[in-house]
């Protein structure tokens, strides 16, 4: 009995351990498609379309990248009504 014990345990921690291994790899392998998928193709869209998402031209005028947020102060109704 003693002998059927240790058997058994090693081999539930051999499975959790070869699970682990599994599951490592897999996860790595979908998460490398999703960033590829996700991340490439809008990337490679986004170059074929022109679109830039950060200003990083600066023209001749400009001095710095700072763009300017003209924070005036609004009526309340525009706080309370933000959509």
Avoid: H
């Avoid at 490398?32 to 200003?55: E, M, P």
């Avoid at 990083?56 to 300017?68: A, D, L, M, P, V």
Wanted: proline share 1%; hydrophobic share 40%; with cysteine.
């Amino acid at each position: 009995m003693k002998y059927f014990k240790i058997f058994f345990g090693a081999v539930k921690n051999g499975f959790k351990k070869f699970g682990e291994n599994i599951a490592l790899i897999i996860n790595s392998i979908l998460l490398s498609v999703v960033y590829i998928l996700g991340i490439g193709l809008t990337a490679i869209i986004s170059k074929i379309c022109g679109k830039s998402f950060l200003d990083r031209k600066i023209s001749g005028k400009e001095k710095t990248y700072w763009n300017n947020l003209n924070l005036k102060k609004q009526p309340v109704e525009k706080y309370y009504r933000q959509f």
